[in-house]
């Protein structure tokens, strides 16, 4: 029988962290398709990125490059032979591994389930740069060094060659946006990143959940499941099997009555975190939303347990949150992921960059997602690009990776913009904890051997 | 805890049941640690007859590699080990706690073993008050799917609620129609129906005392499934009101396809038209047209064999010749349409169809086996159909077979 001081002590309740929230409309025409209308191509897309990200490229190039005599050339096409000069404007790759459309449908019919392969860059490969005027080839050993994306915008110093290609010898992007003031975050406040807990009609719980529903929820080391302000799920949260490939009209393409009673297993899971901490839940590859990019906000009425308590948000994919005054600025991983499929052949295994780094990159790009549309999914933008940085977040996190890892964005003016990834649950059982006071990461690792 | 030992004889050494901590925590309704030390003095106690699992935490004791000071140095770990294996686990980690688990009676290496009792020891929010972290959110009060008042004498409909929930929603006052007994009584079916389309439920009606005037008003649909895995069966409905929801269901996809007039150019012919191979590029807007229409009339058949299994009204069934469009591959994988005469039934008291002569635009393939193509306009008369406010489904009616 207990003691009274000894129940007492046991029965201790640890209060939560607080923290402070933005209000949910805040950030969520950030990402948001509003009425969509696919009767457009994408040239609109790519003109309105060289737009906005010109004037910051221009502006990073006048200061690299001025003091060494280079000037620019306002049109691609107006490159002078023998002149050292620099050029503004889109990368884009001609490259026979990157995905074709044509080929696709020439060769099975159907384009639904495009085969990704593993990278665009190869032999035979040729890389442009082009603007309103037209393109040229770049070439050079730097071109084939650096990490360069499809539908990036960037300057390129060099000369034009006699065979009207261009060397280039720099490269100069448009450089981290300014971060916005964060004010003082609260002492040992913590947010907790999952991604990929895949579940599927086979096994919608795992064991490795539900110790991880548990330790969110404070059963499981109370002292520090109570630093936990936000619970943020990165994507994958479901595992819906594949349909297979036919006609629409196929009834066994469109049975989808297997995934209602997963719907309801996954809501029921995480309301169980949802009663306990703000849950904030992103979209990503396998989950019932769109395919493009940005993925639009799973229907919260899939969410019906979930959505009874104060602190759960559908977001979209990418997304922004504010915790604590920190913005926060993530997404499932299908853009990082397609980055990593432009880095060289050769660089991949010797020297291959992680996929912190290449977030990184993205971010001193100023855009999160350069690829898109052109070897990832997107949505047809006419007006804007969403994917273009205005602000620098404190915190990018991206979801679905083979193992957890930190990396540190660095400006020259001093701001420094906390990098994650986030591992996959369901293979890693690894979840990422930030601290928002000192932007130190740790993971947090379920294990269930055999017993 | 003579209790907590008494309910973990039963349950572990009598019935063999694989009980955690959570259950019992949620049985005894004591804090999660108390009923941790209750199984951990009953497990001290009855070490010979029963198996313990400990969940072990700690830090990793070999750290992750530095890498320009910014990578990740501390590695915590959540781990389940037999109770024969915590020294050793222990052994690895720094700053290690440990607590009991679970207790059975027999060594299980099936991980579903605990997984389902798990599940059986009931949600976690069940025993939100009994945790050792307390919750920073808060249930909002009466939230439901909106929905339309079908009358003010409507009561609402029975809902689970969960027991934490339920307490939580007390102590922050917030009134909720369904956390009050008295609005819990299901009402008779009076013939009214909820947003949904469902009926009220069949007993007796009760006149409505909450203060939340949506909700009185109108009926709450969802009920908490059962089981996570098991999705909600609502048992409220009988077969006259599922003859009318899939009536209603039919007049809405009908009217959803009315007023298209596009389709008129890309209906089928009466008459069937041998198979044809075409380039595997059939126009999109025919082939979607006719789908569409197909789709429509396989739906129009189904409500009539319903309407006419139902036996709520006597109608005279008579068959007519309809001409269909379908879809099959050929012997080289491509896509054919081909129009095909079926008899389908339909009830004398339903207005005659209008003739629907459609169209198919067929390209010549230029092949041996395909013959002439021929284009002939068609016009759909609207059924006269008229429209109604159709009641909503579920949205996860969403994933049904089509």
């Known amino acids: ?451 | 805890m003579s209790a907590a030992a008494d309910m973990l004889r039963l349950w572990v050494l009598q019935e063999e049941q694989v009980v955690t901590y959570r259950r019992l925590s949620r049985e005894l309704k004591v804090h999660v640690n108390i009923a941790k030390q209750a199984m951990l003095e009953f497990y001290e106690a009855n070490r010979a007859s029963c198996f313990a699992t400990f969940l072990l935490t700690g830090t990793k004791r070999s750290g992750a590699e530095m890498n320009d000071g910014a990578s990740i140095t501390t590695e915590m770990v959540v781990k389940l080990v037999a109770a024969q294996e915590l020294a050793n686990a222990q052994q690895g980690l720094d700053a290690a706690d440990s607590h009991i688990y679970s207790l059975g009676c027999h060594a299980s290496s099936d991980k579903n073993v605990l997984v389902m009792a798990n599940i059986s020891a009931g949600p976690i929010r069940d025993i939100a008050e009994f945790n050792a972290v307390g919750s920073s959110v808060a249930k909002l009060p009466g939230l439901c799917i909106k929905h339309v008042a079908v009358s003010p004498t409507a009561p609402p409909r029975e809902t689970k609620i969960a027991t934490a929930a339920s307490v939580e929603s007390a102590e922050s006052g917030a009134e909720s129609s369904t956390d009050k007994p008295s609005t819990r009584t299901p009402a008779k079916a009076s013939g009214q129906k909820s947003f949904f389309g469902r009926s009220v439920s069949k007993s007796t009606p009760v006149k409505s005392e909450s203060g939340g005037t949506a909700e009185t008003a109108s009926t709450p649909v969802k009920e908490e499934p059962k089981s996570p895995a098991e999705p909600h069966i609502d048992s409220d409905l009988d077969m006259n009101d599922v003859e009318d929801v899939q009536l209603n269901t039919k007049r809405r996809v009908e009217d959803m396809f009315a007023d298209d007039d596009s389709l008129d150019d890309f209906a089928s012919g009466s008459e069937s038209l041998p198979k044809q191979e075409t380039q595997g590029t059939v126009a999109a807007a025919s082939r979607e047209a006719s789908d569409i229409e197909m789709s429509d009339k396989a739906d129009s058949q189904d409500m009539q064999l319903a309407d006419s299994q139902s036996g709520s009204s006597r109608r005279v069934h008579k068959r007519r010749k309809v001409s269909r469009v379908k879809h099959t591959k050929n012997k080289r994988g491509m896509l054919v349409t081909q129009t095909v005469e079926e008899w389908e039934s339909f009830s004398e008291s339903e207005p005659e169809p209008t003739s629907r002569v459609t169209a198919t635009k067929h390209q010549s393939a230029g092949e041996s086996d395909t013959s002439s193509s021929s284009l002939a306009n068609a016009s759909k008369k609207s059924i006269g159909k008229s429209k109604s406010a159709v009641p909503q489904r579920s949205i996860l009616s969403f994933f049904g077979k089509k």
């Open chain 1, 1 to 451: 029988m207990l003691s009274g001081s000894a129940s007492a002590a046991l029965s201790h309740v640890y209060a939560r962290a607080e923290a402070t929230f933005d209000d949910a409309a805040k950030h969520a025409k950030a990402f948001s398709t509003g009425r969509r209308n696919y009767v457009r191509q994408f040239n609109e897309l790519y003109y309105a990125r060289l737009n906005e990200l010109k004037p910051h490229v221009l502006e990073h190039a006048e200061k690299r490059w001025a003091a060494q005599n280079i000037k620019l050339t306002h049109k691609v096409l107006n490159v002078e032979p023998g002149e050292r000069t620099y050029i503004v404007g889109t990368v884009f790759i001609d490259s026979a591994a990157k995905p074709s459309t044509l080929t696709q449908v020439e060769s099975e019919h159907w384009i639904s389930d495009p085969r990704v392969p593993g990278g665009y860059r190869g032999d035979g490969e040729a890389v442009h740069l082009e603007d309103e005027s037209g393109r040229i080839r770049l070439v050079g050993g730097l071109v084939d060094r650096s990490v360069l994306v499809s539908g990036l915008v960037a300057a390129m110093a060099g000369m034009e060659t006699p065979s009207g290609c261009f060397e280039v010898v720099d490269v100069c992007y448009a450089g981290m946006p300014p971060l916005p003031p964060q004010p003082a975050p609260p002492p040992d406040a913590c947010v907790a990143f999952v991604s990929g807990l895949r579940a599927s009609p086979a096994s919608p719980v795992t064991l490795e959940m539900q110790l991880l529903a548990e330790f969110l929820t404070g059963a499981v080391a109370p002292p520090l499941a109570a630093q936990i302000v936000q619970v943020v799920v990165a994507g994958d949260i479901m595992c819906l099997p594949p349909p297979p490939l036919g006609h629409s009209e196929d009834a066994r393409a469109n049975d989808r009555s297997a995934a209602a009673p997963l719907v309801a297993a996954v809501d029921a899971y995480l309301a169980d975190i949802a009663a306990a901490v703000p849950l904030a839940l992103m979209p990503g590859a396998l989950d019932p939303t769109d395919s493009s990019l940005p993925q639009q906000p799973i229907n919260p009425g899939l969410f019906a347990q979930c959505r009874q308590y104060s602190g759960f948000r559908s977001l979209s994919n990418p997304a922004l949150l504010e915790v604590a005054g920190c913005l926060l600025l993530g997404s499932a991983g299908q853009n990082v992921d397609d980055i990593a499929r432009y880095v060289a052949p050769e660089d991949r295994d010797a020297h291959a960059p992680s996929p912190c780094e290449l977030a990184a990159l993205s971010l001193q790009w100023r855009h999160i997602a350069p690829s898109a549309p052109d070897t990832l999914w997107c949505y047809p933008f006419s007006d804007r690009d969403p994917f273009i940085l205005t602000h620098s977040p404190h915190v990018y996190f991206f979801g679905n990776q083979a193992r957890a890892d930190q990396a540190t964005a660095r400006a020259p003016g001093g701001q420094q913009t906390a990098v994650v990834a986030v591992p996959t649950f369901a293979l890693t059982h690894t979840i990422v904890l930030l601290n928002l006071r000192t932007m130190q990461c740790s993971t947090m690792q379920f294990a269930a051997p055999d017993l």
